[in-house]
């Protein structure tokens, strides 16, 4: 993430549930490991044993996020903390099951389920702001979505949970945490022409992004979307709450207008 800046407007998103819709939303919240999962299943249809590893460890899988969902509901855990468990257990034993090869397969499979509304959306203001992707879904899957979005003219800057295969099989080497993603927030934005800011986020670990961009550019030039959000949180802090990426396309189309403008 270090090109230099187009325009001096940014658009930063978070990844699942927000520009990626996925397979079945009202299921799966948007998830894109969830959708990962199935096409790695597909995949391996005409590999019994893999494909019956792969079901097993599904089972276990669902049961350890019954478990993380109810304890993040009840206060014993937070976001960060689940997701980082559910994200290590698909790197160390869903992963494992598979090749590079295959994994790169499922991701371009996967790519294919973002919004198609909001490639409408950022496609109608791309050439009035840059766009960036910080989130905690994998980074060979973010690529895949990357040039899926190039396809449409749409510059995607991205940044996830980055993931190598070694001689020990699968690791992380960075966990896409809520302050790992303020982090990377922090050094898109810092030294660059950007003035202004749009943040948009479907979960409370999103407003860390937000946070991020405030301390660089200061809250009179930040704008925090709320985009099918998915708790208390994130809908209290947005400055803006919204049930689709048309209203969100709407908005956007309106905020380029004022910065063009210097009429906000």
Same mark, same amino acid.
């Given at each position: *993430? ?5 325009? %001096?407007?940014? $658009?930063? !998103? ?36 893999? &494909? ?10 669902? %049961?350890?996020?019954?478990? /993380? ?5 009840? %206060?014993?855990?937070?976001?960060? #903390? ?7 257990? &698909? ?16 991701? =371009? ?27 905690? #879904?994998? @980074? &060979? ?7 899926? =979005? ?5 510059? !995607? ?10 001689? =020990? ?11 790992? %993603?303020?982090?990377? $927030?922090?050094? /898109? !934005? *810092?030294?660059?022409?950007? @003035?202004?800011?749009?943040? +948009? ?5 999103? +407003? ?12 009179? #030039? $930040?704008?925090? +979307? ?13 400055? $803006? ?9 709407? &908005? ?13």
């Amino acid at each position: *993430m270090i090109r230099p800046a187009a325009h %001096k407007a940014i $658009v930063i !998103l978070d990844f699942d549930g927000t520009l990626y819709r996925g397979l079945c939303p009202a299921l799966c919240r948007g998830i894109a490991n969830a959708d990962l999962l199935v096409a790695l299943c597909l995949i391996n249809l005409s590999r019994p044993r893999c &494909f019956f590893r792969l079901l097993r460890e599904a089972t276990r899988l669902q %049961k350890l996020q019954q478990r /993380l969902a109810r304890a993040y509901t009840e %206060k014993r855990l937070s976001l960060s #903390s689940a997701d980082g468990r559910l994200i290590r257990f &698909f790197t160390h034993r869903i992963m494992m099951c598979c090749t590079p090869t295959v994994l790169d397969q499922a991701a =371009a499979l996967v790519s294919r389920l973002c919004y198609p509304s909001a490639w409408r959306a950022l496609s109608a203001v791309r050439g009035d702001c840059d766009f960036a992707v910080v989130s905690k #879904s994998f @980074d &060979f899957l973010l690529e895949k979505v990357r040039q899926r =979005a190039a396809t449409r003219g749409v510059h !995607l800057q991205v940044v996830g949970t980055r993931v190598r295969c070694g001689g =020990a099989g699968w690791r992380i080497e960075v966990p896409m945490t809520r302050a790992e %993603k303020a982090l990377q $927030v922090r050094e /898109l !934005l *810092m030294g660059r022409a950007y @003035d202004r800011a749009v943040v +948009i986020g479907d979960t409370e670990d999103d +407003i860390g992004m937000r946070d991020a961009a405030v301390k660089v550019l200061g809250a009179e #030039s $930040v704008t925090f +979307i709320a985009l099918n959000v998915k708790d208390n949180e994130i809908k209290s802090a947005a400055d $803006v709450s919204c049930p689709s990426w048309r209203q969100v396309g709407a &908005f956007l189309r309106g905020w380029v207008s004022s910065v063009s403008t210097g009429t906000s």
